[in-house]
T-cell receptor, first 116, second 110 residues
Framework: SAVISQKPSRDICQRGTSLTIQCQVDSQVTMMFWYRQQPGQSLTLIATANQGSEATYESGFVIDKFPISRPNLTFSTLTVSNMSPEDSSIYLC?????????????FGPGTRLTVL | DAKTTQPTSMDCAEGRAANLPCNHSTISGNEYVYWYRQIHSQGPQYIIHGLKNNETNEMASLIITEDRKSSTLILPHATLRDTAVYYC???????????FGQGTRLTINP
């Protein structure tokens, strides 16, 4: 398994501002993923982030709104840009264990974002 | 990816076995069955996964029917800390993303 940490654990932000969420893993991983969980809902994948390449976004999510960085094999950031109250959600980072695709995914503790 | 169907909610008495069903009648031969759970306000926790054989680990057992169209997650001795939403997910071998449904909200009662 992998130990994953996220910063911040929670934040309250004003509309129109941006927040960058960090995800740190204790081992090198190829695949990192960012999910969103809106209040009372299940998880939805935002994008897949591979080291050294552009993130791949799911339908309904765009890079201008959710820019992602993946500078190395243990770290990634997700920015929620120009926030509105509809962006209030839990944002979760996950990783695939190891460097081979198709392995089990493990999740971080999440970042609870409230936008006023 | 194959779709899964789970009951919306279930209750179980503490100390008893909790059996959570999942229907995945359109599963393909190369698709694995994964189970995760999410305790309130935490990130999802991996429980177990399997292809066609039954699997057991320190957390649970996974029973997959011979035709692979359904499976059951078994928590042998449920405790109050097992109260969570349990997600059954079907994922092709080598696929990257997990597609979460609504899951089953399991409540363990004292």
């Amino acid at each position: 398994s992998a130990v994953i940490s996220q910063k911040p654990s929670r934040d309250i932000c004003q509309r129109g501002t941006s927040l960058t969420i960090q995800c740190q893993v204790d081992s090198q991983v190829t695949m990192m993923f960012w999910y969103r969980q809106q209040p009372g809902q299940s998880l939805t994948l935002i994008a897949t982030a591979n080291q050294g390449s552009e993130a791949t976004y799911e339908s309904g999510f765009v890079i201008d709104k959710f820019p992602i960085s993946r500078p190395n094999l243990t770290f990634s950031t997700l920015t929620v840009s120009n926030m509105s109250p509809e962006d209030s959600s839990i944002y979760l980072c996950s990783v695939e264990a190891g460097l081979v695709s198709g392995n089990t995914q493990y999740f971080g503790p999440g970042t609870r974002l409230t936008v006023l | 990816d194959a779709k899964t169907t789970q009951p919306t909610s279930m209750d179980c008495a503490e100390g008893r076995a909790a059996n959570l069903p999942c229907n995945h009648s359109t599963i393909s031969g190369n698709e694995y069955v994964y189970w995760y759970r999410q305790i309130h306000s935490q990130g999802p926790q991996y429980i177990i996964h399997g292809l066609k054989n039954n699997e057991t680990n320190e957390m649970a057992s996974l029973i997959i029917t011979e035709d692979r169209k359904s499976s059951t997650l078994i928590l042998p001795h449920a405790t109050l800390r097992d109260t969570a939403v349990y997600y059954c997910i079907v994922r092709p071998q080598g696929a990257q993303k997990l597609v979460f449904g609504q899951g089953t909200r399991l409540t363990i009662n004292p």
